[in-house]
């Protein structure tokens, strides 16, 4: 039987790309009770991490059916997700592809889910953040069929779904007002930079964006993601479900912020002030950190008596 040369190269690079995940994920660990259900996943973990991959699996079955329904989404492929408890592990999950500095990400095409614990209790951000994340973005490249979506709206709405926003991150953003560091939304289409410093900036200025934008009515957004998937084209999505361009509402939304944000810049210049607030954000960061430890301490004593 003959078969076409497209149909060929499609075979082996399916193979090619299934052969070295299949392999990491046997010499992984151990396979935990799958979710079922409308959004299907499994569990890889180190041996002796139960207690830990309980946790992660009770945050997916809770805040699955939440992310989804706001995307509209109605059911998903299989996701697998990856518990990493060193960041060794967290970066051969996917080698090469990862920032290390990350407490998560997601392969959408590849419906992975990668947690580096470590990063996560070492950080402000708690766990259920963390998934709630990374869950946006594998669950709107299903929804709206893997078409291609701004970087800035991509993120923001990560954020957005995720409930990532603080008294921290938003000083840092008006600072970013002030100092004319933020760039423009559209330059952000096609990625962030690569600075830590201006990405953070990046992320905060996607997420007000984001939120800004579904502020009216959040019905919109699954207006949105359903152009998207049935015209395959997010631009075209976007001007049906809000009348207008990105291009104009990035004009709008930088027009708002340099009417509202400007003047915060200015206060937060203010030394008594900006020294109030820095030791107040000190304070809440050190009694994150000092519950985390407590956290993974009676991890490591109910899995290791």
Sequence with gaps: MNRSPGRLFLFF?????????????????RLTDVVRGRFPFVFYYPEGKEKLAGEVKAIIENSSPIVASELGLERSDTISVFISVTERGYLNIRSGRIPEWSAGFSDTRGRILGLNMAAILRGDRPMKEVVRHELSHLFLAQKVDYANV???FMEGLAMHQA????LRRRMQFV???????VPFLKDLDDGFPADAEKARV??????????RLLNSDRGDLVTLTSFTRDYGDFEKAFALTFGMTTEEYADQFHNYLSDHYGYLGTLLQSIPYFS???????????????KNYRKLKEWDRSENP
């Design 163 to 166: 409930g990532q926003w603080s």
């Design 175 to 181: 600072e970013g007002v002030w100092k004319k560091e």
């Design 13 to 29: 690079s399916v193979i090619v790309f299934l052969i070295p995940f299949s392999l990491y994920a046997a010499n992984w660990g």
């Design 276 to 290: 109030g607030i820095a030791l107040l954000m000190l304070i809440v960061y050190a009694v994150k950190r000092y």
């Design 202 to 211: 990046a992320y905060s200025l996607s997420f007000m964006a984001v939120e």
């Design 150 to 152: 701004p970087v800035w």
